[in-house]
């Protein structure tokens, strides 16, 4: 481990050659206990990465106590969704300001004391205020966790270390939904929030007696940045959020938000370019690297979460799972992603090269959607299973190279800020993967059913005149209401493999682009 390498004598003295000697294979920052320190961080990541999916399954019973509308009620997803993409980033600026230990305590704390008031709220708007702030909090802790990690590990073990945060940030996802589910069914919604607050305590007792902290440097605010990005970032998860609500474009009200986010897009996108303090350091935008896994980012983000948000409600409506058994059918998913993460981290230390693992990932990924895309009411379990779990294998391929590569021509000064930007793209991706899925899944079962029931005529049945139902009144509606029933079955199942293939198409798209990356330096042994 790497609290071996750092006890050495002299371990990390610039070489008598003013600094041409290579690194030594040393980690940053050191630790007393490296095993401890792991389990602290990765427990604060895996808390937030679960909470952005866990409470979707309580939704329906917080609008019935918090007394909501089914329109008001997504505000208890939407202001933790903007809060969140609104101060993220700026995690690099409090690192440097407050010193990242102070920053990631207090990042930690808060989030679960807005938990805690989430359980113990009695209306909407405390619910929309408090998760806000648990948004707030939650949006430091996943760009934190990953520079921590990084910055106490020594460099022949990032990739397994990236590895393992990856790790939680994809199975996190996975377990919300079941994780909610059943706390919902067995006690009450509010402990969706309560879990988060003994093992939130349990997480900042170990934070605050392993984690360091890098030096703080003196950086100036850029207000006019941060007042930009943070519009532009609100105005486009206003736009996902509400679009399909207010029927996109045919309401002033969508016109209005991409209006906005164009905007102040356009102006960051100056202001960053050409100010003597941006918010973020120029040299970032010019590796290509980095830029390019940002890049890819939003493809992941767009092909995992959107995919995560489809096959719940297609398992349960359509082929009749409960919510546990939803969970059980996902969960290889996780160990396809547990698999090829640190089979990547092995290969790349090796050194096979990273781009190709990326364009393996993407393949495997898109060969997976290509099966899903294929899929009829017939299907059983296994093909869940299996396609999950290849898509799994995928993803592992992809993230883990992805982020070495991003990281690896990276100061260190410039990681928390570069890991803030990473996340805020898979954010970001997510946000617009999901929106565009569920607006393209809707439409498409209403154009459909359409088609269908075009189709089903009295010729079709021989055995009923489907024209006389009339005539057996009640006994007949029900009849009529059982066609129809299965004609809407067939219609989603119809646009869910569409949705599918869509995004098959999206992640063969991404494969040229590894061109463009440069080979990352190899790890260390």
Not at 246 to 253: H, K, L, Q
Not at 408 to 427: C, Q
Not at 465 to 477: A, I, T, V
């Amino acid at each position: 481990m790497a609290s071996a390498a750092q006890g050495r004598p002299g371990a990390g003295k610039p070489g008598a050659a003013g600094g041409a000697a290579p690194p030594a294979d040393i980690a940053q920052l050191p630790v007393r206990n490296h095993i401890l320190l792991i389990i602290g961080v990765m427990t604060a990541s895996l808390l937030q990465v679960l909470d952005i999916t866990i409470a979707n399954v309580a939704i329906p019973h917080m609008q019935s106590t918090l007394g909501a509308s089914p329109d008001t009620i997504s505000w208890v997803l939407t202001s933790y969704i903007i809060a969140s993409a609104v101060a993220m980033p700026i995690t690099g600026w409090l690192a440097d300001r407050v010193g990242s230990r102070r920053l990631f305590l207090i990042s930690v704390t808060l989030f679960v004391l807005a938990s805690m008031l989430c359980g113990m709220a009695q209306n909407l708007e405390e619910m929309v205020l408090f998760r806000a702030l648990q948004g707030v909090g939650g949006a430091f802790i996943a760009p934190l966790s990953q520079s921590s990690l990084l910055d106490t590990t020594r460099p022949s073990r990032q990739p397994q270390i990236i590895a393992l945060w990856g790790m939680g940030v994809m199975i996190g996802p996975i377990l919300g939904p079941v994780l909610g589910g059943y706390l919902t069914e067995t006690m009450s919604w509010r402990w969706v929030f309560f879990v988060n607050v003994p093992v939130g305590m349990v997480c900042i007792a170990i934070l605050l007696s392993e984690l360091p902290s890098r030096p703080i440097r003196r950086r100036r605010f850029d207000l006019f940045g941060f007042s930009m990005i943070g519009l532009a970032l609100a105005s486009l998860q206003l736009l996902l959020d509400r679009g399909n609500v207010v029927d996109w474009f045919t309401s002033m009200e969508s016109w209005i938000y991409t209006g906005l986010t164009i905007s102040a897009a356009w102006v960051a996108v100056i202001h960053l370019s050409t100010a003597s303090n941006p918010l973020f350091e120029r040299r970032l935008f010019a590796d290509v690297n980095f830029v390019i896994a940002l890049v890819f980012m939003v493809v992941v983000g767009v092909v995992m979460f959107a995919t995560m948000a489809l096959l719940p409600p297609m398992l349960q409506q359509l082929f009749g799972y409960d919510v546990i058994d939803t969970g059980l059918v996902l969960m290889p998913r996780g160990v396809g992603v547990l698999v090829s993460m640190q089979l990547s981290g092995l290969l790349m230390k090796r050194g096979v090269d990273a781009r190709w693992l990326v364009a393996l990932g993407f393949l495997t990924g898109a060969w997976s959607l290509h099966e899903m895309a294929a899929w009829s009411l017939e299907a059983d379990r296994m093909h869940f299973i299996i396609t999950g779990l290849v898509q799994g294998l995928g993803i592992g391929l992809v993230f883990i190279p992805l982020n070495a590569t991003a990281f690896s021509t990276l100061p260190p000064h410039l990681r928390t800020d570069g890991s803030s930007l990473l996340n805020l793209m898979r954010s970001v991706g997510s946000s617009i993967g999901i929106s565009v899925v569920m607006t393209l899944l809707a439409r498409g079962i209403q154009r459909n059913h359409e088609q269908l029931a075009a189709h089903v005529t009295p010729q079709l049945s021989t055995a009923l005149d489907l024209s006389s139902l009339d005539r057996f009144q009640q006994y007949g509606q029900a009849a009529l209401s059982v066609a129809d029933m299965e004609v809407t079955r067939q219609a989603a199942m119809i646009a869910y493999l569409n949705d599918f293939e869509m995004m098959k198409w999206l992640s063969l798209a991404a494969v040229p682009l590894v061109l463009l990356m440069r080979k990352s330096p190899r790890y260390g042994r």
